[in-house]
């Protein structure tokens, strides 16, 4: 079950939904957005992919380094308050990943543990924050209740040109998933999730596009237990750890600096998620391979 972080009087979770977290690995959905702050954002992101196409897919990690606007609902107080209810007031953002499918019945996830991918300790947690329908019909998340606590999982790679993830990761090792559950979101609905947690994704067989953004935070205190020293943004509290370098925060919308910025801490990333893969980084990491 792991240790409790969160204070003993939520922000914004009930209290069922905290004790949920700590026992099946998940909670939500919680409100976290109003309807004009869903449309002002998805307008933004969908103005940048209409200026900037060949680097849409970099907003797919770390897509705060790049955009202010992004930063701003990294430190929204109703997103941080949640994470606060789970982690504790010393938080720190890992990262902000879009995951969009477009309404064509292909982009999927397989079940997988993203902390198979250079996860932290204690904990990472992320919030998958819905600008637009996210049910089962437009392939929501799915999610294993408790299995946060089995253990990491064996996983292969695969250059599946319908995966939506890094390496088309997927989990080799039967999996009873009588008991998952969808964790449908409204528009402004986040969840959060342990990334030690069992999740998939379907098409998106719905008439728009599936517009999410993962919103990765951790506890101050943790750490990542790899070679390579990660970097990070403080958001809310006191750093007084120490255990990550600081991410600088972007000037203006994917200005040289931003993007200079962006360069050097996703090539620490790709070294991370890339580690013993026999796939190259793809453009959401700064490589060239194609990235759904």
Known sequence: MGCKLGSEMPKILSAEAVEQFHRQGYAGPVQVLTEAEVRDYRARLESFERRFPEHRKKLKSKSHLLCPWVMDIAEHPRVLDAFEDILGPDLLCWSMAWRVKEPDGRTIAGWHQDSAYGGVEPILVFGPLAFSECGPREGCLRVLPGSQDWGALPHRDSEDG????????????????????????????????NTRVVHCSGPNNGLDRRIMLLVEMMPAHAWYPGELRESAILVRGEDRHQ???????????????????????????AKTIFRNSR???SEAYGGTRPAV
């Open 279 to 281: 796939l190259a980084p």
């Open 162 to 193: 319908n995966s939506i993830l890094a390496r088309g990761q997927s989990i080799t090792v039967p999996l009873d998933t009588s008991n998952a559950v969808d964790l449908a979101l409204r528009p402004g609905q986040m969840a959060l999730i």
């Open 243 to 269: 255990h990550f370098d600081e991410d600088p925060r972007p000037d203006t919308e994917f200005s040289p600096q931003a993007r200079a910025a962006w360069e050097a801490s996703i090539a620490r990333r």
